[in-house]
């Protein structure tokens, strides 16, 4: 059964890069003004105000963490890189640990300088998630792979579908390694249904699901498609039938709006995330 439109809104977390022209007491106090009791947060401010300090400041305004942005970048074949990556990764995970997430969401890297190999880059991955993984868990956090839209998959993220996504954490305790469903990421994929129903409990067994982050889908893309993600409601993505679907696998967990995008950066904050909040309602409950 799905949530009540009430319920729903108390799952609404925002993610730091949909408002990052706040500051990070900003964030805390506008969410806390606006009743959003979640917030996913990113490594780069949280380290300039101190990780210890950031859970204090969102803990003391009655929020909570959910997920923190970003390790990954693990398809380095170069020792040296490789160690440097992992020595980051484990560092995320400790940042995680002190704002009280159990979410730190991977992003896996694209391909090596020269190289064609996505198989091999992939085995990169796959190899970091088992040394990664126990560390992880001895701090009460979970590593979540987040498939990236295939335009990405040369110098960002070669992990593109959630099949592939899936494949790769499979190897490894659903407690260590889950996913990321996000819908600007995934909205393409005819097949996405049934591996939602795969990650979720409907799988017959622990959810994979990790985080669920929203943002549309509109044309036409502008020339950083980094930046291209679109206002809930904007785009041609069916936003709520990707909540009904995370739901009916099984996921309660927090509902995260994540939009890059300068036009949004440009306002006011309080205005953007009360048009989130409206957006919300309109077309995700």
């Known amino acids: 059964m799905s949530d009540t439109p009430a319920a729903l809104l108390d799952r609404l977390s925002l993610n730091q890069q949909t408002v990052r022209q706040w500051s990070l007491p900003e964030l805390a106090d506008g969410c806390a ?31 909570r963490v959910t997920s923190l942005c970003r390790g990954g970048f693990l398809t380095a ?18 940042e995680a640990a002190v704002l009280g ?18 198989a091999g880059a992939r085995e990169r991955i796959a190899d970091a998630l088992g040394e990664l993984g126990p ?25 593109s579908t959630l099949t592939q996504a899936l494949d790769l954490a499979e190897r490894f305790p659903a407690d260590r390694v889950g996913v990321v469903i996000d819908t600007y990421h995934l909205w393409w994929d005819d097949t996405v249904g049934a591996q939602i129903d795969r990650a979720g409990t409907t799988g017959g067994a622990a959810s994979r699901i ?76």
């Open 33 to 63: 003004r606006a009743g959003v009791r979640g917030v996913g947060l990113w490594r780069e401010p949280v380290r300039e105000y101190g990780p210890a300090a950031a859970a204090r400041l969102v803990r003391d305004a009655g929020l």
């Open 135 to 159: 560390y992880a868990a001895q701090r009460g956090v979970r590593l979540a792979l987040e498939p990236l839209h295939p335009m990405y998959a040369a110098d960002r993220c070669v992990v």
């Open 210 to 285: 990790a985080a669920f982050q929203l943002a549309d889908w509109v044309t036409p893309l502008p020339a950083g498609v980094l930046l291209g993600r679109g206002q809930l409601g904007d785009g041609v993505v069916d936003l709520r039938w990707f909540r009904r679907r995370v739901e009916a696998a099984g996921y309660r967990g927090p509902v995260e709006v994540e939009i890059f995008q300068p036009a949004l950066w440009a306002r006011d904050g309080a205005e953007v995330l009360a048009e989130i909040v409206d957006r919300f309602r309109r077309h995700v409950g």
């Open 77 to 94: 074949p170069d020792p040296a890189a490789r160690a440097a990556a992992l020595d980051d990764n484990r560092a995320a995970v400790d």
């Open 101 to 118: 997430t159990d979410t730190l969401v991977l992003v896996s890297g694209g391909l090596p300088a020269g190289s064609r190999d996505l």
